[in-house]
């Protein structure tokens, strides 16, 4: 699945640029720490929007195509941010064959987001998995940490009051 780039503007705070500024000269001597860098900005950030991914890509002075490159390589990083409420469905083979397909589009048409996006009140991010290891519960979903099993879409409303 390609990674999307955020819906929502840019909203980093002076402090957590200064912190990044500290991350680059701390490590700009050595270009070989440049995913250790892109790591420690989604620390800060949360995910690596591409004014980060400039910061990062001047400071260290590498092309901004290298750091965006290790940033959809990896499955690791975030281009968008992860809502307060991150659902993740899994789309793995017994998952999906129980429906879990049916359940990712009603999430999607009940936030109005697609995937690997998040609301606009940053409340909820919606991303697919392959697999979360819980085979026997299929079809499942993680809201952060907490799993639901043995779900259908028709499940998908109740779920999201939980968490309004």
């Not at 900005?41 to 290790?70: F, H, N, R, S």
């Not at 993740?88 to 009940?110: H, I, N, P, R």
């Not at 290891?133 to 109740?158: F, H, I, Q, W």
Request: glycine share 8%.
């Amino acid at each position: 699945m390609q990674k999307k780039i955020s819906n929502l503007p840019f909203k980093g705070t002076a402090e957590q640029e200064a912190e990044l500024k500290k991350i680059i000269a701390a490590h700009k001597h050595d270009k070989s720490l440049l995913m250790a860098v892109m790591q420690k900005a989604q620390d800060v950030y949360g995910y690596l929007p591409l004014e980060v991914q400039t910061m990062i890509a001047e400071g260290m002075d590498v092309p901004t195509e290298k750091v965006y490159g290790i940033a959809t390589f990896y499955a690791q990083f975030a281009l968008s941010p992860k809502g307060k409420y991150n659902i993740s469905v899994c789309l793995g083979t017994a998952c999906y064959v129980k429906g879990a397909g049916e359940m990712f589009d009603k999430l999607q048409e009940l936030l109005g987001i697609g995937a690997e996006e998040c609301t606009p009140d940053g409340k909820f991010s919606l991303t697919a998995c392959r697999c979360i290891g819980a085979c026997g519960l299929a079809p499942v979903l993680t809201v952060n940490e907490e799993v639901y099993g043995r779900l259908t879409a028709k499940d998908m409303e109740s779920i999201l009051a939980k968490y309004n």
